[in-house]
Structure formats: structure tokens, C-alpha cells
């Protein structure tokens, strides 16, 4: 069993249905900790609130995946999410939504902070990185990405 918070815009959750059912028919048992529509409450709460129920839903999961769809990177919740599951040290995961073209933009915190990014019918790639491994990166179409030059990283002890 492997706890999860999927993040996504709230008005993509027919796809977040779509692709927990698709996790659950290959063998992963996913227990999603994020904040769905359908179950807000029916009068306002604040936003210390909202973050703090968003953060404990993040610090049960172990991985935090990231819905990517055509608006995603337009929210600011998202990029909070993915801020506090960098700041967690959570794995972090995106998913690009079914649809989505190479144009999709990814949200800022996930082009900072984001581990690999995986095409809609990856599922079992996704169920992979949910359980610790890393598989290459991916285009919203499910190609792999082209490796770019290889740089050297430099490591500085103060």
C-alpha cells in the first residue's frame, strides 16, 4: 500500500478519478491524501487552513505526484504543494494529463523542484517512482526526452 497525494487543479478531477482507477487496475494500492472538489466543505475556510490541511496531507504521503494539465501551472496551490513536498523531502512525480500536447507548461515550483515527468499511459512507470525507483523522464506524448549535454556538477564545501 503506498500513500500518495496526487495534486491537481481542481477542475481536472475527472481525470485525478480517471487516473486513480487506472493505478488501482495495475496492482497499486493508492491512498490519495489531497484535498478533492467534491469533498470541500460548504462554507469558506482560510487559506492558514487550507495550507496546513495541504501540508499534513503531503507529510502523511510518500510521494507527491502532480497532475500536469493545460492550466496546472496557472494555480498557486499546486505550486505550494510541490513547495512543501520539496521542503518534506517527499518524492515528487508529475503525470501529464491525457490530451495535453508538448506545449503544456509545467508549474514553477515543479521546474524547480520536480523529479521526472511521465506521460499519461506510464502507468506502470508511475506506480515505479511511487515505490522508489526512477525511470527517464517523458514528453507529454510518452517518448522519452532526448538527453541534453552532459555538464559537470561541482561540489563546494563551506
Known sequence: ?????????????????SLKKRLKEAGCTVRNSS???KNYRDYKVSDATIAKELRDGIKWAGTLVVMIGEDTYTRPWVNYEIRSAYLQGKRILGV???GCKDSVELPEAYKRYG?????????????????????????P????????????????NC
Open 1 to 17: 500500500m503506498n500513500n500518495v497525494f496526487i495534486s491537481h487543479y481542481s477542475e481536472d478531477e475527472p481525470q485525478l478519478d
Open 35 to 37: 484535498i478533492e472538489k
Open 96 to 98: 501529464y494529463e491525457f
Open 115 to 139: 523529479g521526472p515527468v511521465l506521460g499519461w499511459n506510464s502507468v506502470d512507470k508511475i506506480s515505479d517512482v511511487i515505490q522508489g525507483k526512477c525511470p527517464p523522464p517523458e514528453k
Open 141 to 156: 506524448d510518452g517518448t522519452p526526452v532526448e538527453k541534453g549535454p552532459i555538464t559537470n556538477i561541482i561540489h563546494i
